[in-house]
């Protein structure tokens, strides 16, 4: 997959400490252009903190993180952390750059959430338009003034087509929240293509889906990847997806990175068998 | 559900301005016996700029500010201070006299009401790098004590020479009719209509909704919620001038809290996030406050005095009311939707027995 | 100034400080526990001001403190019941405005039984009486206000801190839905915490009102705000803090009058906000919480 190039993200020696918590620790990856890549790991791993951080939402406590090669986040233990910092004191970085979500999106990422975050009592129209007010040109007055009705008028075409392309067309004065589940990821997706993203970060985005609308969503990321010409890194627990639509696979568990690979390779592995088991069996 | 094409909705609209413009015409043929109610009618459109102001804040962006009477006071004070006629003010700051480089200075009030937004909005624009950050919750306290702050500054001796202090300023330039401060009313709530219509309408939308999801849609939570508020305090400064050339006299305690919270029971009462429902409200509590005074008279049935009538029960009942919409009708009036022609059309067809017939022989409502 | 005249000035300030601090308490547990701006405390507050008066009309002050701040835990509780608890599952600015609406009612509600103009607070004999410490001397008031609220905030504390329905408090206020969740009775944590509040509140109001002679529909509400401000720059959510803040704003506001500021001295609690929020928006004991995505 590498073929020399660089990585389109990469996360270095990344961790995240909540109060006395160490969600995610020294954790590093990469993601390569055109790739699938997936986060797994059993619940509370850290792989929504993964996100987080690497979107903006949170700032990690130690670690850094490059976007198409330039430095997008990086943080280190400051003020009282440094006494309770528990991570690695080998790995400390040096720079802090902080950025907030809406700067991450408009380097190019974009997510959903685990939890469907939706403007939830907007049409689902709104609901992409929105996500297209951060490309408008014109300015506030002029767009307040409606002299911009060229701009105005492009922009519900866009949206319009997008959602005609992801099959949500007919849906599209239907308010948010009012629409089945699997619907409401799908419209999340589309929201989140609707910033005009090169990355898109999934959270779990067969969570709640009944099985027919799980193996039609494996078609779909793939047909939106080459559609959207998209890198996609995906939090999944739904491994007949994950086994078939990623490249490659990093497993968290604890924080910890215990294993990363190809699907096969994944698969195999005596390390994350024993993770999957133990949860397994503290939950039986 | 009835849909009405376009060319009804324009007839119905133009026939509306046109009844009311021929009703204001008609008061004003004499407008002395009609005073009254032009004074009510001119306050309900003054209000209804500032509701509509705060819901653009509240409503919309899902801010909660309270700091409204501030504002006001700001556009109030900046239109009282330069129409006030030169040859009056003597006479009006008779204690302390008036700061010698204000002394001359008279503007058109159009230029006043339009500066009074402006230094609202640039207090506001300061105010909110501040506190734009807070939690909901201190936001709301912060804005209430912002207002507090600025009414007693207003009212300290300091400003003695610039806002005669606690006495206030009178002989501020009035509206000769009813059209200028209808006009202006309409104009500003036209404009905040827009802007809510346009593309940074519905980023205020997505912030009210989610804010964390509107972030990682690329929308900056504090560039749309300090505009946000600079355009609220824009026209609720603005609607403050209105007020002061309204009333014609104006002291610091005009813009107490309970003005905000005056207006808040408009907003709620309207139903937030409704431009029209704030407006609507506006003239039926405004109205009401005026028609219920009797509620505030010794009232005499059968020769028996009525005790429970006598000065303060219309306000009992006004903040009832705040209290039985908050729990009981959450929505308000409008809810969060829009006047329209085919709402009207809808809500008159549900109650014609006609429209039942129909609707039973399986017509055309979907 | 004198050195005397400084020293007459702190008690002055710690004794309104005290009164201040018993408000902002009831402030701090209910924001602790449901996130809510009570603005309705300050109106409490004023109703118990009425209630002293005509309570004494009629009563010994023996028999008549006790009513009064068994009726102020009352009317506090039924506030709950009636204008909170029915939106538990609503959007947070609608309990906001419930408040305010509640608060704007007890106004109005007090306007239109008692009229706008002030009546004297009843006198307290044995409060009133003059006593002389060194150099300074006052009203035995002034000098117990501030020793009654440390005894009360020790109180509370043992209170929160051993008692079961003090841990659910706390288990409340570290997280609401947990707490639900492990069978905590949400509701009866709730009524208590305003009860707590509202006790407080007719202590200070007591102690406040003895202290400054009238009372009238709208002598809660300025009060009331200083006092969130002051469970602001405790730390909302710790009892102790509100304790400091409203120690500090007392001292401050009595200052800024003693300095010939008194016009500003309401500004000067929201510049202490502000300048709060924006610097240690935990307040001085507040703990940091940050929303989970
Ligand atoms: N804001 C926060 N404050 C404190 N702790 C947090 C916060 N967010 C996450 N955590 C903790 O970090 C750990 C990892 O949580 P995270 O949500 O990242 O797990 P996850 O791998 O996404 O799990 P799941 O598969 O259940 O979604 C958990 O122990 C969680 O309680
Ligand atoms: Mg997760």
Not at chain 1, 239 to 248: C, E, H, K, P
Not at chain 2, 264 to 291: H, N, P
Not at chain 2, 307 to 316: D, K, N, Y
Not at chain 3, 105 to 122: D, E, I, K, V
Request: aromatic share 10%; net charge neutral.
């Amino acid at each position: 997959m590498n073929n020399g190039k660089p990585p389109v993200l990469r996360v270095e020696n990344c961790t995240m400490q909540f109060g006395g918590v160490v969600a995610v620790d020294n954790f590093s990856m990469e993601v390569y252009k055109d790739e699938i890549v997936a986060l797994i790991g059993p619940n509370g791993a850290g792989k929504t903190t993964a996100f987080n951080f690497i979107t903006g939402v949170y700032e990690p406590t130690n670690g850094r993180v490059f976007f198409e090669g330039s430095l997008m986040v990086a943080n280190r233990p400051q003020g009282k952390m440094k006494r309770f910092y528990q991570g690695d004191a080998n790995a400390i970085c040096s720079d802090v750059v902080r950025k907030t979500p809406d700067q991450i999106t408009k380097l190019g990422l974009a997510r959903t959430f685990q939890n469907i975050r939706l403007f939830k009592g907007l049409t689902v129209f709104d609901n992409v338009l929105a996500a297209m007010h951060m490309h408008l040109n014109s300015n506030f007055f002029m767009a307040a003034l409606k002299l911009n009705r060229g701009e105005e008028k492009r922009m519900r075409e866009e949206a319009a087509a997008l959602l005609a392309m992801q099959g949500l067309y007919h849906v599209k004065d239907k308010i948010a929240s009012s629409l089945p589940y699997g619907q409401q990821r799908r419209i999340e997706i589309a929201r989140a293509l609707a910033t005009k993203p090169r990355f898109l970060l999934l959270d779990e985005p067969a969570a709640g889906m009944n099985p027919q609308e799980t193996d039609e969503l494996a078609a779909f990321i793939k047909k939106t990847k080459e559609d959207f010409n998209l890198t996609v890194f995906l939090i999944e627990h739904h491994m007949t997806l994950v086994m078939d639509i990623s490249d490659r696979i990093y497993v968290l568990d604890f924080g910890r990175k215990i294993a990363e690979g190809t699907p096969a390779e994944i698969q195999e592995n005596e390390h994350v068998i024993a993770a999957y088991l133990g949860v397994e069996d503290a939950e039986s | 559900m009835i849909r009405l094409n376009s060319k009804t909705k324009l007839i119905l609209t133009v026939a509306a301005l046109g009844l009311t413009m021929l009703w204001f015409y008609h008061l004003e043929q004499n407008p002395r016996a009609n005073g009254y109610l032009i004074k009510i009618l001119e306050r309900s459109a003054i209000y209804a700029v500032v509701a509509v102001a705060m819901n653009l804040m509240n409503g919309f962006t899902g801010l909660f500010s309270l700091g409204q009477a501030g504002f006001m006071a700001i556009g109030a004070y900046t239109v009282g201070i330069l129409t006030i006629p030169v040859e009056a003010r003597p006479n009006v700051y008779y204690i302390s006299g008036v700061a010698p480089w204000l002394e001359k200075i008279e503007i058109h009030y159009l230029a006043a009401l339009f500066l009074g937004g402006l230094i609202a909005a640039v207090f506001a624009a300061l105010i909110g790098v501040l506190i734009l950050k807070l939690r909901s919750d201190y936001l709301a306290i912060a804005t209430l004590g912002f207002a507090e702050i600025i009414r007693s500054v207003i009212a300290s001796p300091q400003m003695d020479t610039i806002t005669n202090g606690s006495y206030g300023l009178k002989k501020i330039l009035r509206f000769e009719t009813i059209y200028t401060p209808f006009i202006l009313s309409a104009v500003c709530i036209f404009m905040m209509v827009l802007i809510l219509r346009s593309s940074y309408g519905r980023a205020f939308l997505a912030i009210r909704e989610d804010e964390v999801a509107a972030e990682a849609m690329g929308i900056n939570l504090f560039t749309h919620k300090e505009l946000s508020f600079v355009i609220s305090s824009f026209f609720t400064g603005v609607a403050g001038g209105l007020l002061a050339m309204f009333m014609g006299s104006i002291d610091s305690g005009t813009f107490r809290v309970t003005l905000t919270y005056d207006i808040l029971l408009i907003v709620v009462l309207g139903g937030m996030g409704s431009v029209s429902g704030s407006v609507i409200a506006a003239f039926l509590v405004t109205g009401g406050r005026e028609y219920l005074r009797f509620f505030d008279e010794p009232l005499k049935i059968a020769g028996v005095q009525i005790s429970l009538f006598r000065p303060g029960f219309r306000m009992v009942i006004f903040s009832a009311l705040l209290m039985i919409v908050v729990l009981f009708y959450r929505k308000g009036i409008m809810g969060d939707t829009e006047f329209s022609w085919d709402g009207i059309a809808n809500f008159i067809y549900r109650f014609l027995p006609t429209g039942k017939a129909r609707r039973g022989n399986g017509g055309r409502d979907e | 100034m004198s050195l005397e005249t400084v020293l007459q000035h702190v008690l002055a300030g710690i004794s309104l400080g005290g009164a201040y601090a018993l408000i902002a308490i009831g402030y701090t547990m209910v924001y602790g526990v449901l996130r809510l701006i009570n603005f309705a405390h300050g109106e409490i507050f004023m109703i118990a001001g009425y209630l002293m008066i005509f309570s004494m009309a009629s009563m010994p002050w023996q028999i008549a403190i006790p009513v009064v701040l068994i009726g102020t835990t009352l009317l506090g509780v039924f506030i709950e019941r009636f204008a909170y608890s029915p939106l538990r599952s609503a959007p947070r600015m609608s309990i906001m405005i419930s408040a305010i609406g509640v608060s704007y009612l007890l106004q109005n509600l007090a306007t239109y039984l008692f009229t706008a103009l002030p009546r004297g607070y009843p006198v307290i004999p044995f409060l009133k009486k003059v006593f002389q410490i060194g150099t300074i001397s006052s009203s035995l008031v002034t000098f117990i206000t501030p020793v009654i609220t440390v005894v009360l905030v020790i109180l509370l504390v043992q209170l929160i801190t051993h008692t079961k329905i003090g841990m659910a408090m706390r288990a409340v206020s570290k997280d609401f839905e947990t707490a639900t969740l492990m069978g905590i009775q949400l509701n009866s944590v709730i009524s208590a915490t305003f009860a707590i509040g509202s006790f407080l509140a007719g202590v200070g109001s007591i102690l406040y009102f003895t202290d400054r002679m009238s009372v009238n529909p709208f002598s809660g509400a300025l009060p009331g705000l200083k006092c969130f401000v002051a469970a602001v720059l405790g730390g909302i959510g710790s009892i102790p803090g509100a304790m400091i803040g409203g120690f500090i704003l007392g001292l401050g506001e009595t200052f800024m009058v003693a300095l010939g500021f008194s016009t500003f001295s309401d500004a000067f609690t929201f510049v202490i906000l502000v300048l709060m929020l924006l610097f240690k928006p935990t307040g001085l004991f507040g703990e940091m919480e940050a929303e989970k995505v």
